[in-house]
């Protein structure tokens, strides 16, 4: 049978996962902790699954996680979501992902996506019938070239994907560049994606600007979250869309016929662990120690190090190491050296090559040691 998607291959998490598997290379590739979730998250889980919380869950998600969800967002962003127009639970950010696109992109749509960026956007842009117009952000800190963007804007964008804090690079978006989205969108039909899975882990003080607390964007924007980044519950696949209620009407009409539902106790268990407020307000200073605690050990290297602002992800530049194409090299040091990583050139459509490999620091400390001995010796 044609292809629909004939120059996809599979995943760059998949394949480095993989590859770090068969060589038993200490895997710092595909982005998830190595530590267990809180104890008290599982014995929730275990407790609803007993009392027989096993079928399916409202369409939109279980009503105490969306209550849940509203009553947090008004408290970190000061905004407050009605639960039942504008909170869908979803099988993960990426089925979130998935249904905000096939929701609201029409054939010949164009999609503007800031590259580097999460593999997953451009797929879903093209099955929709969608066209994704690549913008590069600006080498090296990764920050948004507003002439560019704006020359790439035309009667035919139908919605632009930011992400921040930012898969791969690290990069965390300025008040300042949100509001710059605004004013440009102001007055036209284009609408966000906003995907802030990583809105926990921001480091040295700063902090994570949503979308949701941007006049403007808010109104025109699909605000995405994840649990598995927050309560390293990656495995679980529970994520989140905050939207107005005419974008979560059409995005629900999509989720309805992907997965109809997320898995119930699951979602009843992170509804009561939410109460937790102190797990989450944490998370920064939990991250940024392992960050730390990696970019010193890894510093007396050949690497250098390209400054992490938040994620669980530092990106290191190897030219003083070596010129190959940055798969070939990592996949050369997970076989010969056992530290798996992500080449970033994953995350740009044509495949280009800046000599970055990405590296995921939510590891134990044992774990950043072991890998850190083996890259410095490069
Ligand atoms: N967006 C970004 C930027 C991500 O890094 C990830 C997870 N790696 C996702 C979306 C998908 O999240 P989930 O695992 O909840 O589907
Ligand atoms: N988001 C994770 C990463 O960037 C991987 C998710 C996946 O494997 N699809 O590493």
Redesign the pocket.
Known sequence: PSSKLPDVGTSI?AVMSALANEHQAINLS???PDFNCPDELIALVTRYMQEGFNQYAPMPGMPALRHKISEKTEKVYGYRPDPDQEVTV????????FAAIAAVVKPGDEVMLLEP??D?YAPAIRLAGGIPIYVPLAIPDFHIDWDLLKRNISRSTRMIII?TP???TGAVMPRSDLQKLASLTDGTDILIMS?E??EHMVFDGQEHVSALQVEGLRQRAFV??????TYHT?GW???YVVAPPALTTELRKMHQFITFCSVTPLQLAIADYMDNEAHYRSLPDFYQAKRDLFCELVKPSRFELIPSAG?YFQLLKYDAISQEHDLDFAKRLTQEIGVASVPVSAFYHNKTDHNYLRFCFAKSEETLRQAAERLVTL
């Not at 995405?224 to 980044?229: A, E, M, N, Q, V």
Request: net charge neutral; aromatic share 16%; glycine share 12%.
């Open positions: 998490f595909q982005g998830f979803t099988s993960g950010a990426t089925e979130a992902l960026c999460y997953s992400n930012h898969n791969p995907d899975v990583y995405i979250s994840s649990f598995g980044k990656t696949k529970i994520g994620t």
